[in-house]
T-cell receptor, first 112, second 111 residues
Framework: GAGVSQSPSNKVTEKGKDVELRCDPI?????LYWYRQSLGQGLEFLIY????????KSGLPSDRFSAERTGGSVSTLTIQRTQQEDSAVYLC??????????FGDGTRLSIL | RKEVEQDPGPFNVPEGATVAFNCTYS??????FFWYRQDCRKEPKLLMS???SGNEDGRFTAQLNRASQYISLLIRDSKLSDSATYLC????????????FGGGTRVLVKP
């Protein structure tokens, strides 16, 4: 499809395991964002990629979280040594700079 | 202070009534403004952009006040289907045009 694609849609894992979440942005979009949203809460900014610029990592909550974007397209968000408080919906969005973002359906992460 | 602040609500609105709410932003360099809508357990979706002169899209009217650094959204003739969380978004060119979201205002339209 032409939208932002995220995988997996749901992920259940045990505390302490590492997880990788994937985002395929809309083709040609140079900006890519990761957010997370806990149940009933607002969007929490995690990281922002824009073209070849150094990513804005100011929202990453701890050094267990990292993200990369290969070839200016697909992005992977990695959470190491997961904790129960990491349980949330992780949303990816892409856009041209400064214009409205298009969101994926999100990955619902549950840490047991 | 958060960069983008919203009253979390909820705003309880009788069906057919008008509701309005604001969003304030702290960075005077903010250049682009949007309202998004998020339904429960769904991803946010763009509702409308906000232009300097104000703009209307059907029952929705958005206004921008640069001097006081706020934007507003007004919903006329509220429908039950308008129940959602409305997210205010600003883009700051100096920050690489990064889009910053407010925490959202929850609106509940009741029969």
């Amino acid at each position: 499809g032409a939208g932002v694609s995220q995988s997996p849609s749901n992920k259940v894992t045990e505390k302490g395991k590492d997880v990788e979440l994937r985002c395929d942005p809309i083709s040609g979009h140079t900006a890519l964002y990761w957010y997370r949203q806990s149940l009933g809460q607002g969007l929490e900014f995690l990281i922002y990629f824009q073209g070849n610029s150094a990513p804005d990592k100011s929202g990453l909550p701890s050094d267990r979280f990292s993200a990369e974007r290969t070839g200016g397209s697909v992005s992977t968000l990695t959470i190491q040594r997961t904790q129960q408080e990491d349980s949330a919906v992780y949303l990816c969005a892409s856009s041209f700079p400064g214009v409205p973002q298009h969101f994926g359906d999100g990955t619902r992460l549950s840490i047991l | 202070r958060k960069e983008v602040e919203q009253d979390p609500g909820p705003f309880n609105v009788p069906e057919g009534a008008t509701v309005a709410f604001n969003c304030t932003y702290s960075n005077s360099a903010s250049q682009s403004f949007f309202w998004y809508r998020q339904d429960c357990r769904k991803e946010p979706k763009l509702l409308m952009s906000v232009y300097s002169s104000g703009n209307e899209d059907g029952r929705f009217t958005a206004q921008l006040n640069r001097a006081s650094q706020y934007i507003s959204l007004l919903i006329r003739d509220s429908k039950l289907s308008d129940s959602a969380t409305y997210l205010c978004v600003v883009a700051i060119k100096a920050a690489g045009n990064k889009l910053t979201f407010g925490g959202g205002t929850r609106v509940l339209v009741k029969p």
